[in-house]
Protein backbone atom coordinates (compact mmCIF):
# COMPACT_ATOMS: atom_id res chain seq x y z
CA UNK A 1 0.00 0.00 0.00
CA UNK A 2 3.21 2.22 0.39
CA UNK A 3 4.19 1.45 -2.75
CA UNK A 4 5.32 4.41 -5.57
CA UNK A 5 4.78 3.04 -8.82
CA UNK A 6 5.09 5.13 -12.29
CA UNK A 7 3.02 3.32 -15.23
CA UNK A 8 4.29 4.34 -18.23
CA UNK A 9 1.44 4.01 -20.82
CA UNK A 10 -2.60 4.39 -20.02
CA UNK A 11 -3.48 2.24 -23.40
CA UNK A 12 -4.95 -1.67 -23.22
CA UNK A 13 -2.09 -2.67 -20.99
CA UNK A 14 -2.06 0.24 -19.00
CA UNK A 15 -5.99 -0.11 -18.38
CA UNK A 16 -5.27 -3.61 -17.05
CA UNK A 17 -2.67 -2.41 -14.70
CA UNK A 18 -4.26 0.07 -13.49
CA UNK A 19 -7.43 -1.79 -12.25
CA UNK A 20 -5.17 -4.34 -10.85
CA UNK A 21 -3.45 -2.00 -9.06
CA UNK A 22 -6.09 -0.91 -7.79
CA UNK A 23 -7.82 -4.48 -6.49
CA UNK A 24 -4.43 -5.20 -5.36
CA UNK A 25 -4.21 -1.69 -2.96
CA UNK A 26 -1.02 -0.84 -4.48
CA UNK A 27 -0.49 2.63 -3.45
CA UNK A 28 -3.83 2.70 -1.66
CA UNK A 29 -2.10 3.03 2.05
CA UNK A 30 0.22 6.56 1.85
CA UNK A 31 1.86 5.60 -1.31
CA UNK A 32 1.19 6.74 -4.81
CA UNK A 33 0.48 5.25 -8.48
CA UNK A 34 1.82 8.00 -11.46
CA UNK A 35 0.36 7.09 -14.54
CA UNK A 36 1.14 9.07 -18.16
CA UNK A 37 0.33 8.67 -21.63
CA UNK A 38 0.10 11.89 -24.04
CA UNK A 39 -2.39 10.09 -26.08
CA UNK A 40 -5.85 10.74 -26.53
CA UNK A 41 -8.87 8.11 -26.61
CA UNK A 42 -10.53 7.50 -30.12
CA UNK A 43 -13.29 4.86 -30.55
CA UNK A 44 -10.78 1.88 -32.09
CA UNK A 45 -9.78 1.91 -28.57
CA UNK A 46 -13.92 0.72 -27.00
CA UNK A 47 -13.11 -2.95 -27.53
CA UNK A 48 -9.81 -3.19 -25.80
CA UNK A 49 -9.23 -0.90 -23.63
CA UNK A 50 -12.20 -1.49 -20.88
CA UNK A 51 -11.83 1.58 -18.81
CA UNK A 52 -13.03 3.78 -21.41
CA UNK A 53 -16.63 4.54 -22.55
CA UNK A 54 -18.50 6.06 -25.23
CA UNK A 55 -18.38 9.22 -23.62
CA UNK A 56 -14.44 9.01 -23.19
CA UNK A 57 -13.49 9.74 -26.91
CA UNK A 58 -11.73 12.56 -27.54
CA UNK A 59 -10.41 13.13 -23.83
CA UNK A 60 -6.94 12.18 -21.95
CA UNK A 61 -6.22 8.60 -21.67
CA UNK A 62 -4.63 9.03 -18.67
CA UNK A 63 -7.11 11.05 -16.93
CA UNK A 64 -10.24 8.60 -17.78
CA UNK A 65 -8.43 5.41 -16.88
CA UNK A 66 -7.49 7.55 -13.55
CA UNK A 67 -11.04 8.65 -12.77
CA UNK A 68 -12.51 4.70 -13.83
CA UNK A 69 -10.23 3.05 -11.21
CA UNK A 70 -10.75 5.67 -8.60
CA UNK A 71 -14.62 4.23 -8.37
CA UNK A 72 -12.79 0.79 -7.98
CA UNK A 73 -11.19 1.76 -5.13
CA UNK A 74 -11.92 5.05 -3.48
CA UNK A 75 -8.52 4.80 -0.93
CA UNK A 76 -6.36 4.41 -4.28
CA UNK A 77 -3.89 6.97 -4.57
CA UNK A 78 -3.84 7.94 -8.59
CA UNK A 79 -2.36 10.73 -10.09
CA UNK A 80 -2.74 11.19 -13.74
CA UNK A 81 0.01 13.24 -16.18
CA UNK A 82 -0.11 13.71 -19.98
CA UNK A 83 3.20 13.65 -20.53
CA UNK A 84 5.48 11.60 -23.18
CA UNK A 85 8.30 10.05 -21.19
CA UNK A 86 11.42 10.76 -23.93
CA UNK A 87 14.39 13.22 -23.14
CA UNK A 88 12.33 16.37 -24.50
CA UNK A 89 9.99 15.86 -21.03
CA UNK A 90 13.20 15.49 -18.27
CA UNK A 91 12.65 18.46 -17.03
CA UNK A 92 8.87 17.02 -15.98
CA UNK A 93 10.47 13.95 -14.85
CA UNK A 94 13.56 15.19 -13.62
CA UNK A 95 16.22 13.42 -10.73
CA UNK A 96 13.58 14.00 -8.00
CA UNK A 97 10.73 12.29 -9.81
CA UNK A 98 12.81 8.87 -10.66
CA UNK A 99 14.45 8.70 -7.30
CA UNK A 100 10.95 9.25 -5.32
CA UNK A 101 9.93 6.03 -7.29
CA UNK A 102 9.77 2.47 -5.94
CA UNK A 103 9.75 0.81 -9.18
CA UNK A 104 8.31 1.17 -12.98
CA UNK A 105 5.83 -0.86 -14.38
CA UNK A 106 5.76 -0.36 -18.65
CA UNK A 107 3.03 -0.21 -20.40
CA UNK A 108 4.37 0.93 -23.85
CA UNK A 109 3.98 -0.31 -27.40
CA UNK A 110 7.04 0.99 -28.88
CA UNK A 111 11.16 -0.30 -28.52
CA UNK A 112 12.29 3.06 -28.89
CA UNK A 113 10.22 4.23 -25.45
CA UNK A 114 10.98 1.13 -23.75
CA UNK A 115 14.71 1.37 -23.77
CA UNK A 116 14.47 5.29 -22.55
CA UNK A 117 12.49 4.15 -19.47
CA UNK A 118 14.76 0.93 -19.10
CA UNK A 119 18.00 3.31 -19.19
CA UNK A 120 16.39 5.97 -16.38
CA UNK A 121 15.57 2.69 -14.38
CA UNK A 122 19.24 1.39 -15.18
CA UNK A 123 20.78 5.37 -14.20
CA UNK A 124 18.47 5.52 -10.76
CA UNK A 125 18.86 1.90 -9.62
CA UNK A 126 14.89 0.97 -10.26
CA UNK A 127 13.15 -2.45 -10.54
CA UNK A 128 11.16 -2.06 -13.68
CA UNK A 129 8.17 -4.36 -14.76
CA UNK A 130 8.47 -4.82 -18.89
CA UNK A 131 5.62 -6.52 -21.00
CA UNK A 132 4.20 -6.69 -24.41
CA UNK A 133 1.43 -8.77 -26.45
CA UNK A 134 1.48 -8.96 -30.07
CA UNK A 135 -1.82 -10.97 -31.11
CA UNK A 136 -1.84 -13.92 -28.90
CA UNK A 137 1.63 -13.67 -28.49
CA UNK A 138 3.23 -12.06 -24.78
CA UNK A 139 5.86 -11.73 -23.04
CA UNK A 140 7.31 -10.60 -19.27
CA UNK A 141 10.34 -9.58 -18.39
CA UNK A 142 11.23 -8.41 -14.61
CA UNK A 143 14.44 -6.17 -14.45
CA UNK A 144 16.04 -6.20 -10.96
CA UNK A 145 18.93 -3.84 -10.06
CA UNK A 146 22.21 -5.95 -9.70
CA UNK A 147 20.39 -8.73 -9.64
CA UNK A 148 18.91 -9.09 -13.32
CA UNK A 149 19.89 -8.20 -17.18
CA UNK A 150 18.17 -5.14 -17.82
CA UNK A 151 16.01 -4.44 -20.68
CA UNK A 152 18.61 -2.89 -23.07
CA UNK A 153 21.43 -5.68 -22.56
CA UNK A 154 19.79 -8.12 -25.68
CA UNK A 155 18.09 -7.55 -28.27
CA UNK A 156 15.20 -9.44 -30.75
CA UNK A 157 16.58 -10.32 -34.25
CA UNK A 158 15.18 -7.89 -36.55
CA UNK A 159 12.45 -8.69 -38.64
CA UNK A 160 13.19 -10.07 -41.61
CA UNK A 161 12.03 -7.68 -44.67
CA UNK A 162 12.10 -7.92 -48.75
CA UNK A 163 14.89 -6.75 -50.20
CA UNK A 164 14.48 -2.98 -51.62
CA UNK A 165 14.80 -3.41 -55.26
CA UNK A 166 11.36 -5.68 -54.59
CA UNK A 167 9.86 -3.18 -53.10
CA UNK A 168 10.52 -0.90 -55.53
CA UNK A 169 10.81 -2.81 -58.82
CA UNK A 170 9.79 -6.46 -58.47
CA UNK A 171 6.81 -6.15 -56.08
CA UNK A 172 4.80 -9.63 -55.99
CA UNK A 173 2.09 -8.91 -53.89
CA UNK A 174 0.32 -6.23 -51.69
CA UNK A 175 2.58 -6.61 -48.74
CA UNK A 176 5.38 -4.97 -50.99
CA UNK A 177 3.50 -2.58 -52.45
CA UNK A 178 1.46 -0.74 -49.04
CA UNK A 179 5.06 -0.84 -47.15
CA UNK A 180 6.38 0.86 -50.40
CA UNK A 181 3.35 3.29 -50.38
CA UNK A 182 3.70 4.10 -46.68
CA UNK A 183 7.35 4.79 -47.27
CA UNK A 184 6.48 7.71 -49.63
CA UNK A 185 4.05 9.16 -47.55
CA UNK A 186 6.76 9.79 -44.94
CA UNK A 187 9.06 10.24 -47.46
CA UNK A 188 7.11 13.69 -48.90
CA UNK A 189 4.87 14.44 -46.05
CA UNK A 190 7.04 13.89 -43.02
CA UNK A 191 10.57 13.73 -44.09
CA UNK A 192 10.80 16.24 -46.37
CA UNK A 193 9.12 19.13 -44.63
CA UNK A 194 11.41 18.49 -41.31
CA UNK A 195 14.49 19.15 -43.38
CA UNK A 196 13.12 21.44 -45.80
CA UNK A 197 12.44 23.65 -41.87
CA UNK A 198 15.93 22.71 -40.70
CA UNK A 199 17.46 24.16 -44.04
CA UNK A 200 15.62 27.34 -43.64
CA UNK A 201 16.68 27.96 -39.71
CA UNK A 202 20.32 27.58 -41.29
CA UNK A 203 22.28 30.05 -41.70
CA UNK A 204 23.49 29.49 -45.49
CA UNK A 205 23.00 26.32 -47.47
CA UNK A 206 26.43 25.55 -46.76
CA UNK A 207 26.12 25.94 -43.09
CA UNK A 208 23.34 23.61 -43.30
CA UNK A 209 25.74 21.17 -45.50
CA UNK A 210 28.11 21.47 -43.01
CA UNK A 211 25.95 20.85 -40.25
CA UNK A 212 25.02 17.75 -41.60
CA UNK A 213 28.43 16.63 -42.39
CA UNK A 214 29.42 17.46 -38.53
CA UNK A 215 26.71 15.26 -37.72
CA UNK A 216 28.19 12.01 -39.16
CA UNK A 217 26.52 12.25 -42.68
CA UNK A 218 28.46 11.61 -45.71
CA UNK A 219 28.68 13.69 -48.92
CA UNK A 220 26.69 11.30 -50.47
CA UNK A 221 23.88 11.43 -47.84
CA UNK A 222 23.72 14.94 -48.31
CA UNK A 223 23.22 14.82 -51.97
CA UNK A 224 20.52 12.30 -51.58
CA UNK A 225 18.80 14.85 -48.89
CA UNK A 226 18.93 17.46 -51.74
CA UNK A 227 18.53 15.63 -54.85
CA UNK A 228 16.20 12.53 -53.35
CA UNK A 229 16.27 9.76 -56.13
CA UNK A 230 18.57 10.36 -58.61
CA UNK A 231 16.34 9.59 -61.53
CA UNK A 232 12.75 11.11 -60.00
CA UNK A 233 13.89 13.38 -57.66
CA UNK A 234 12.03 14.26 -54.47
CA UNK A 235 13.91 15.84 -52.05
CA UNK A 236 14.30 19.69 -50.43
CA UNK A 237 15.64 21.01 -53.84
CA UNK A 238 12.50 19.97 -55.93
CA UNK A 239 10.36 21.01 -52.15
CA UNK A 240 11.96 24.26 -52.71
CA UNK A 241 12.35 25.00 -56.42
CA UNK A 242 9.89 22.65 -58.79
CA UNK A 243 7.99 21.05 -56.70
CA UNK A 244 6.96 24.00 -54.32
CA UNK A 245 3.33 24.65 -54.51
CA UNK A 246 1.62 28.24 -54.02
CA UNK A 247 -1.62 27.96 -54.65
CA UNK A 248 -4.15 24.86 -54.28
CA UNK A 249 -3.88 24.36 -58.25
CA UNK A 250 -0.23 23.91 -57.84
CA UNK A 251 -1.24 20.98 -55.42
CA UNK A 252 -3.44 19.82 -57.90
CA UNK A 253 -0.92 19.36 -60.65
CA UNK A 254 1.72 18.01 -58.48
CA UNK A 255 -0.56 15.44 -57.63
CA UNK A 256 -1.15 14.71 -61.23
CA UNK A 257 2.97 14.58 -62.44
CA UNK A 258 3.12 12.29 -59.48
CA UNK A 259 0.45 9.77 -60.82
CA UNK A 260 2.41 9.82 -63.73
CA UNK A 261 5.57 9.21 -62.08
CA UNK A 262 4.51 6.62 -60.00
CA UNK A 263 2.86 4.95 -62.46
CA UNK A 264 3.82 5.13 -65.75
CA UNK A 265 7.16 6.89 -65.88
CA UNK A 266 8.69 4.57 -63.44
CA UNK A 267 6.92 1.61 -65.30
CA UNK A 268 8.74 2.73 -68.46
CA UNK A 269 11.95 3.13 -67.06
CA UNK A 270 12.02 -0.10 -65.92
CA UNK A 271 10.88 -1.89 -68.99
CA UNK A 272 13.15 0.09 -71.15
CA UNK A 273 16.14 -1.25 -69.46
CA UNK A 274 14.82 -5.45 -68.81
CA UNK A 275 12.09 -5.35 -71.53
CA UNK A 276 9.64 -8.55 -71.75
CA UNK A 277 12.47 -10.51 -73.53
CA UNK A 278 14.99 -9.32 -71.18
CA UNK A 279 17.37 -12.23 -69.70
CA UNK A 280 19.98 -12.62 -67.09
CA UNK A 281 23.34 -12.81 -67.11
CA UNK A 282 23.95 -16.71 -67.38
CA UNK A 283 20.95 -16.03 -70.08
CA UNK A 284 17.90 -17.38 -68.35
CA UNK A 285 14.72 -14.92 -68.33
CA UNK A 286 14.67 -12.32 -66.42
CA UNK A 287 11.27 -12.07 -65.88
CA UNK A 288 10.45 -15.58 -64.63
CA UNK A 289 8.27 -15.99 -61.46
CA UNK A 290 8.19 -14.52 -58.64
CA UNK A 291 8.97 -11.45 -60.91
CA UNK A 292 5.85 -9.91 -62.68
CA UNK A 293 5.84 -7.94 -65.55
CA UNK A 294 4.26 -4.43 -65.33
CA UNK A 295 2.45 -2.63 -67.51
CA UNK A 296 1.32 1.15 -67.48
CA UNK A 297 -1.62 2.58 -66.28
CA UNK A 298 -3.85 5.28 -68.20
CA UNK A 299 -5.03 8.22 -65.95
CA UNK A 300 -8.69 8.63 -65.92
CA UNK A 301 -11.00 10.92 -64.46
CA UNK A 302 -13.55 8.51 -64.39
CA UNK A 303 -11.57 5.97 -62.15
CA UNK A 304 -12.66 6.57 -58.37
CA UNK A 305 -8.95 5.06 -57.55
CA UNK A 306 -7.40 7.47 -59.95
CA UNK A 307 -9.31 10.51 -58.32
CA UNK A 308 -8.46 8.79 -54.55
CA UNK A 309 -5.11 9.42 -55.43
CA UNK A 310 -5.21 12.97 -56.64
CA UNK A 311 -7.77 14.24 -54.12
CA UNK A 312 -5.63 12.74 -50.95
CA UNK A 313 -2.38 13.98 -52.86
CA UNK A 314 -3.33 17.19 -53.43
CA UNK A 315 -4.82 17.96 -50.09
CA UNK A 316 -1.59 16.28 -48.08
CA UNK A 317 0.33 18.53 -50.41
CA UNK A 318 -1.82 21.49 -49.68
CA UNK A 319 -0.96 20.71 -45.42
CA UNK A 320 2.38 20.76 -46.03
CA UNK A 321 2.64 24.59 -47.79
CA UNK A 322 0.20 25.69 -45.28
CA UNK A 323 -2.15 26.15 -48.48
CA UNK A 324 -6.31 26.37 -47.54
CA UNK A 325 -7.90 24.08 -49.37
CA UNK A 326 -11.49 25.15 -50.99
CA UNK A 327 -14.51 23.85 -49.17
CA UNK A 328 -15.17 21.35 -51.76
CA UNK A 329 -11.89 19.40 -51.46
CA UNK A 330 -13.59 16.27 -52.06
CA UNK A 331 -15.57 16.87 -54.65
CA UNK A 332 -14.17 14.43 -57.74
CA UNK A 333 -15.69 17.15 -60.63
CA UNK A 334 -14.03 20.13 -59.10
CA UNK A 335 -10.81 18.10 -59.34
CA UNK A 336 -12.21 16.64 -62.67
CA UNK A 337 -11.92 20.57 -64.08
CA UNK A 338 -8.54 21.21 -62.59
CA UNK A 339 -6.75 18.39 -63.75
CA UNK A 340 -7.97 19.22 -67.48
CA UNK A 341 -5.70 22.20 -67.49
CA UNK A 342 -2.59 20.25 -66.23
CA UNK A 343 0.14 19.46 -69.16
CA UNK A 344 1.46 16.38 -68.60
CA UNK A 345 5.38 15.84 -70.47
CA UNK A 346 6.35 12.37 -72.13
CA UNK A 347 8.76 10.82 -70.24
CA UNK A 348 12.03 9.58 -72.42
CA UNK A 349 13.37 6.55 -70.59
CA UNK A 350 17.32 6.97 -69.93
CA UNK A 351 19.39 4.32 -70.83
CA UNK A 352 22.45 5.35 -68.64
CA UNK A 353 20.41 4.69 -64.99
CA UNK A 354 20.95 1.22 -63.42
CA UNK A 355 18.34 -0.52 -61.74
CA UNK A 356 18.95 -2.64 -58.73
CA UNK A 357 18.02 -6.23 -58.98
CA UNK A 358 18.68 -9.48 -56.41
CA UNK A 359 20.58 -10.80 -58.77
CA UNK A 360 22.86 -8.03 -59.11
CA UNK A 361 22.70 -7.11 -55.49
CA UNK A 362 24.02 -10.86 -54.65
CA UNK A 363 26.96 -10.44 -57.49
CA UNK A 364 27.77 -6.92 -56.70
CA UNK A 365 27.00 -4.29 -54.40
CA UNK A 366 28.03 -1.38 -55.49
CA UNK A 367 27.53 -1.80 -59.24
CA UNK A 368 24.01 -0.95 -59.35
CA UNK A 369 24.68 2.34 -57.82
CA UNK A 370 23.35 4.75 -59.00
CA UNK A 371 25.36 6.96 -61.33
CA UNK A 372 25.96 10.90 -60.80
CA UNK A 373 27.07 10.91 -64.75
CA UNK A 374 30.90 10.94 -63.26
CA UNK A 375 30.30 13.98 -61.47
CA UNK A 376 31.76 14.46 -57.71
CA UNK A 377 28.90 14.26 -55.08
CA UNK A 378 30.17 17.57 -53.51
CA UNK A 379 29.97 19.41 -57.05
CA UNK A 380 26.69 18.26 -57.47
CA UNK A 381 25.68 19.77 -53.85
CA UNK A 382 27.33 22.76 -54.71
CA UNK A 383 25.07 23.26 -57.60
CA UNK A 384 22.07 22.23 -55.99
CA UNK A 385 23.03 24.97 -53.33
CA UNK A 386 23.35 27.84 -56.10
CA UNK A 387 20.05 27.13 -57.56
CA UNK A 388 17.91 26.87 -54.32
CA UNK A 389 16.80 30.22 -52.71
CA UNK A 390 18.60 31.06 -49.96
CA UNK A 391 17.43 30.28 -46.50
CA UNK A 392 17.11 33.60 -45.56
CA UNK A 393 14.94 34.86 -48.43
CA UNK A 394 13.12 31.89 -47.80
CA UNK A 395 12.75 33.37 -44.19
CA UNK A 396 11.73 36.72 -45.24
CA UNK A 397 9.05 35.09 -47.32
CA UNK A 398 7.99 33.22 -43.90
CA UNK A 399 8.09 30.05 -45.38
CA UNK A 400 7.23 27.12 -42.90
CA UNK A 401 6.45 23.54 -44.10
CA UNK A 402 4.13 21.15 -41.71
CA UNK A 403 5.24 18.27 -41.24
CA UNK A 404 2.20 14.96 -41.55
CA UNK A 405 2.87 12.58 -38.76
CA UNK A 406 1.36 9.58 -39.71
CA UNK A 407 -2.26 9.05 -38.35
CA UNK A 408 -4.19 5.49 -39.47
CA UNK A 409 -7.12 5.97 -37.31
CA UNK A 410 -8.31 9.36 -38.63
CA UNK A 411 -10.76 8.83 -41.85
CA UNK A 412 -10.43 12.79 -42.75
CA UNK A 413 -6.96 13.34 -42.82
CA UNK A 414 -6.31 11.78 -46.14
CA UNK A 415 -3.41 9.53 -44.42
CA UNK A 416 -4.82 6.44 -45.77
CA UNK A 417 -6.62 7.34 -48.56
CA UNK A 418 -3.39 8.58 -50.19
CA UNK A 419 -1.39 4.97 -48.92
CA UNK A 420 -4.25 2.79 -50.00
CA UNK A 421 -4.93 4.11 -53.15
CA UNK A 422 -0.75 4.38 -54.10
CA UNK A 423 -0.24 0.76 -52.37
CA UNK A 424 -3.07 -0.29 -54.33
CA UNK A 425 -2.59 1.27 -57.86
CA UNK A 426 0.71 -0.17 -57.85
CA UNK A 427 -0.88 -3.52 -57.41
CA UNK A 428 -2.74 -2.56 -60.21
CA UNK A 429 0.48 -2.16 -62.48
CA UNK A 430 1.73 -5.78 -61.65
CA UNK A 431 -1.80 -7.41 -61.87
CA UNK A 432 -1.56 -7.86 -58.04
CA UNK A 433 -5.01 -8.58 -56.58
CA UNK A 434 -6.01 -5.12 -54.76
CA UNK A 435 -7.16 -5.07 -51.19
CA UNK A 436 -10.14 -2.82 -49.23
CA UNK A 437 -9.82 -0.09 -46.91
CA UNK A 438 -9.37 -2.02 -43.72
CA UNK A 439 -7.36 -4.57 -44.98
CA UNK A 440 -4.72 -2.06 -46.57
CA UNK A 441 -5.10 0.23 -42.42
CA UNK A 442 -4.05 -3.24 -40.87
CA UNK A 443 -0.83 -3.61 -43.79
CA UNK A 444 0.10 -0.18 -44.11
CA UNK A 445 -0.17 0.00 -40.49
CA UNK A 446 1.78 -3.10 -39.50
CA UNK A 447 -1.46 -3.72 -36.78
CA UNK A 448 -2.01 -7.14 -36.03
CA UNK A 449 -5.55 -7.28 -33.36
CA UNK A 450 -5.20 -7.15 -29.72
CA UNK A 451 -6.21 -10.02 -28.43
CA UNK A 452 -8.57 -8.96 -24.86
CA UNK A 453 -7.76 -12.41 -23.20
CA UNK A 454 -3.81 -11.92 -24.41
CA UNK A 455 -3.67 -8.55 -22.14
CA UNK A 456 -5.55 -9.96 -19.11
CA UNK A 457 -3.26 -12.85 -18.93
CA UNK A 458 0.19 -10.90 -19.44
CA UNK A 459 -0.93 -8.24 -16.91
CA UNK A 460 -1.91 -10.97 -13.86
CA UNK A 461 1.37 -12.23 -14.70
CA UNK A 462 3.15 -9.17 -14.10
CA UNK A 463 1.54 -8.51 -10.99
CA UNK A 464 2.12 -11.99 -9.64
CA UNK A 465 6.12 -10.92 -10.20
CA UNK A 466 5.48 -7.63 -9.01
CA UNK A 467 3.97 -9.53 -5.60
CA UNK A 468 7.40 -11.66 -5.41
CA UNK A 469 9.15 -7.92 -5.61
CA UNK A 470 7.40 -6.65 -3.02
CA UNK A 471 8.14 -9.65 -0.49
CA UNK A 472 11.61 -9.40 -1.54
CA UNK A 473 11.45 -13.00 -2.84
CA UNK A 474 15.17 -14.08 -4.27
CA UNK A 475 16.10 -14.34 -8.00
CA UNK A 476 15.49 -18.34 -8.35
CA UNK A 477 11.50 -16.88 -7.41
CA UNK A 478 11.20 -14.72 -10.32
CA UNK A 479 9.72 -16.06 -13.96
CA UNK A 480 10.32 -14.24 -17.26
CA UNK A 481 7.55 -15.41 -19.38
CA UNK A 482 6.93 -16.17 -23.18
CA UNK A 483 3.33 -17.61 -24.06
CA UNK A 484 1.64 -17.58 -27.28
CA UNK A 485 -2.04 -18.56 -26.42
CA UNK A 486 -2.75 -19.96 -30.15
CA UNK A 487 -0.26 -23.46 -30.01
CA UNK A 488 -0.65 -22.75 -26.76
CA UNK A 489 2.86 -22.56 -25.88
CA UNK A 490 3.69 -21.29 -22.43
CA UNK A 491 7.93 -21.07 -21.70
CA UNK A 492 9.01 -19.42 -18.32
CA UNK A 493 12.71 -18.60 -17.29
CA UNK A 494 14.49 -17.88 -14.79
CA UNK A 495 16.02 -13.79 -15.26
CA UNK A 496 19.66 -14.30 -16.53
CA UNK A 497 21.90 -12.34 -14.30
CA UNK A 498 23.80 -8.90 -15.53
CA UNK A 499 26.76 -9.14 -17.62
CA UNK A 500 30.29 -8.28 -15.46
CA UNK A 501 32.75 -6.32 -17.70
CA UNK A 502 36.23 -8.67 -16.83
CA UNK A 503 39.49 -7.63 -18.31
CA UNK A 504 40.60 -9.64 -20.86
CA UNK A 505 42.64 -9.38 -24.44
CA UNK A 506 40.81 -9.39 -27.22
CA UNK A 507 41.58 -10.44 -30.34
CA UNK A 508 40.89 -8.89 -34.14
CA UNK A 509 41.84 -9.97 -37.59
CA UNK A 510 42.12 -6.43 -39.43
CA UNK A 511 42.25 -7.70 -42.95
CA UNK A 512 41.02 -11.60 -42.83
CA UNK A 513 40.54 -11.55 -46.92
CA UNK A 514 44.36 -10.85 -47.38
CA UNK A 515 46.14 -11.83 -44.20
CA UNK A 516 43.52 -14.27 -43.23
CA UNK A 517 46.36 -15.21 -40.42
CA UNK A 518 47.12 -12.19 -39.08
CA UNK A 519 45.68 -11.47 -35.65
CA UNK A 520 45.93 -8.49 -33.32
CA UNK A 521 45.49 -8.46 -29.76
CA UNK A 522 44.37 -5.53 -27.60
CA UNK A 523 44.56 -5.59 -23.43
CA UNK A 524 41.37 -4.24 -21.48
CA UNK A 525 41.63 -3.92 -18.45
CA UNK A 526 38.50 -3.24 -16.22
CA UNK A 527 38.03 -0.80 -13.51
CA UNK A 528 36.29 -2.04 -11.42
CA UNK A 529 36.67 -5.40 -12.21
CA UNK A 530 33.71 -7.46 -12.67
CA UNK A 531 31.24 -4.10 -13.29
CA UNK A 532 28.03 -4.15 -14.60
CA UNK A 533 25.69 -1.79 -16.24
CA UNK A 534 23.86 -1.42 -12.63
CA UNK A 535 27.22 0.47 -11.82
CA UNK A 536 28.22 3.58 -11.85
CA UNK A 537 31.58 5.93 -10.87
CA UNK A 538 30.40 8.50 -8.70
CA UNK A 539 31.87 11.66 -8.79
CA UNK A 540 30.55 14.50 -6.27
CA UNK A 541 33.12 16.82 -4.84
CA UNK A 542 30.06 19.09 -3.30
CA UNK A 543 30.63 21.47 -6.09
CA UNK A 544 30.58 22.13 -9.83
CA UNK A 545 33.98 21.17 -10.70
CA UNK A 546 35.87 22.45 -13.96
CA UNK A 547 36.53 20.09 -17.01
CA UNK A 548 40.31 20.05 -16.00
CA UNK A 549 39.35 19.52 -12.32
CA UNK A 550 37.24 16.68 -13.37
CA UNK A 551 40.44 15.09 -15.39
CA UNK A 552 42.71 15.66 -12.68
CA UNK A 553 40.20 13.58 -9.97
CA UNK A 554 40.88 10.62 -12.26
CA UNK A 555 44.43 11.12 -12.35
CA UNK A 556 44.28 10.81 -8.40
CA UNK A 557 41.95 7.60 -8.65
CA UNK A 558 43.37 5.57 -5.51
CA UNK A 559 43.25 2.60 -7.86
CA UNK A 560 43.68 3.25 -11.20
CA UNK A 561 45.34 6.39 -11.76
CA UNK A 562 43.09 7.31 -15.18
CA UNK A 563 44.31 8.82 -17.90
CA UNK A 564 41.00 10.37 -20.14
CA UNK A 565 40.86 10.31 -23.32
CA UNK A 566 37.63 11.60 -23.96
CA UNK A 567 34.57 13.02 -22.32
CA UNK A 568 31.05 13.11 -23.89
CA UNK A 569 27.48 13.56 -22.93
CA UNK A 570 25.60 10.22 -23.58
CA UNK A 571 22.12 11.79 -23.75
CA UNK A 572 22.79 13.88 -26.50
CA UNK A 573 26.06 11.80 -28.29
CA UNK A 574 28.35 15.64 -28.14
CA UNK A 575 31.89 15.28 -26.99
CA UNK A 576 32.94 17.99 -24.05
CA UNK A 577 36.83 16.77 -24.53
CA UNK A 578 39.35 14.69 -26.73
CA UNK A 579 42.69 14.52 -26.55
CA UNK A 580 43.49 14.48 -30.19
CA UNK A 581 41.69 17.60 -30.51
CA UNK A 582 43.36 20.41 -29.78
CA UNK A 583 40.07 22.88 -29.66
CA UNK A 584 39.20 20.88 -26.81
CA UNK A 585 41.42 21.27 -24.30
CA UNK A 586 40.44 25.16 -24.47
CA UNK A 587 37.82 24.29 -22.25
CA UNK A 588 39.48 22.83 -19.36
CA UNK A 589 39.03 25.83 -17.10
CA UNK A 590 35.70 25.86 -18.12
CA UNK A 591 32.64 24.55 -15.74
CA UNK A 592 31.36 21.56 -16.54
CA UNK A 593 27.86 22.51 -15.97
CA UNK A 594 28.07 25.13 -18.62
CA UNK A 595 29.98 22.87 -20.85
CA UNK A 596 27.08 20.33 -20.32
CA UNK A 597 24.24 22.90 -21.68
CA UNK A 598 26.37 24.52 -24.26
CA UNK A 599 28.16 22.41 -25.70
CA UNK A 600 26.40 19.03 -25.20
CA UNK A 601 22.96 20.85 -25.55
CA UNK A 602 21.41 19.05 -22.64
CA UNK A 603 19.17 21.44 -20.46
CA UNK A 604 20.58 20.85 -16.86
CA UNK A 605 16.70 22.31 -15.57
CA UNK A 606 15.54 20.00 -12.56
CA UNK A 607 18.76 18.17 -12.91
CA UNK A 608 21.39 17.64 -9.39
CA UNK A 609 23.36 14.88 -11.65
CA UNK A 610 24.41 14.35 -15.06
CA UNK A 611 25.87 10.32 -16.87
CA UNK A 612 29.10 11.25 -18.73
CA UNK A 613 30.64 8.62 -20.90
CA UNK A 614 34.29 8.72 -20.54
CA UNK A 615 37.07 6.74 -21.94
CA UNK A 616 40.22 6.20 -20.07
CA UNK A 617 43.92 4.48 -20.56
CA UNK A 618 45.83 3.40 -17.34
CA UNK A 619 49.80 5.31 -16.86
CA UNK A 620 50.42 2.23 -19.36
CA UNK A 621 48.61 2.93 -22.35
CA UNK A 622 46.33 0.03 -21.79
CA UNK A 623 42.61 1.11 -22.84
CA UNK A 624 40.38 1.17 -19.13
CA UNK A 625 37.00 -0.14 -19.23
CA UNK A 626 34.76 1.97 -16.67
CA UNK A 627 30.85 2.06 -15.82
CA UNK A 628 29.29 5.63 -16.53
CA UNK A 629 30.67 8.63 -14.71
CA UNK A 630 27.37 9.40 -12.15
CA UNK A 631 28.73 13.65 -12.33
CA UNK A 632 26.70 15.31 -9.64
CA UNK A 633 26.78 18.56 -9.55
CA UNK A 634 24.55 20.33 -6.93
Not at 15 to 38: P, Q
Not at 264 to 283: E, K
Request: one cysteine or more.
Amino acid sequence: GKLKYFVVGAGALGCEFLKNFAMLGVGANGGLITVTDDDIIERSNLSRQFLFRNWNVGQSKSSCASEAVKVMNGCFNIKALQDRVSPDTENIFNDDFWSSLDGVCNALDNIKARLYVDGQCVRYGLSLLESGTLGTKCNVQVVIPHVTEHYGASRDPPEKEAPQCVLHNFPHNIDHCLPLARSEFVGHFETNPVEVNKYIAAESGEAYVQALLKAGSGMGDVLDKLRGHEVWGGGIYDCLTTDRCRTFEDCVRWARLKFEEYFVNRLAQLTALYPHDATTRTGAPFWTPPKRFPEVIVFSTDDPLHMQFIIAASNLCAKTYDISPPANNRDTAFFAGLLSKVVVPKYVPRMDVKIETEESQSQDNDADEPSSGGEDDGDVVKRMLAEMPSPSSLRNEKLTLCAEEFEKDDDTNFHMDFIGALGNLRARNYGIPEVDKLQAKLKAGRIIPAIATTTAMVTGFVCLELCKLVNKKPLESFRNLFANLALPLFAMSEPLPPMKVKSRVEKTKPDPVNYPDYVEEEEIVAHPEGHTAWDHICVDLGRDLTLEELLTHFKQDDQGKLETSSVSVPATGMALYNNLLPHTKQRLPQKLSQLISTVGKLSLAGRKEVLLECTFTNSEGTTVETPSILYKFR
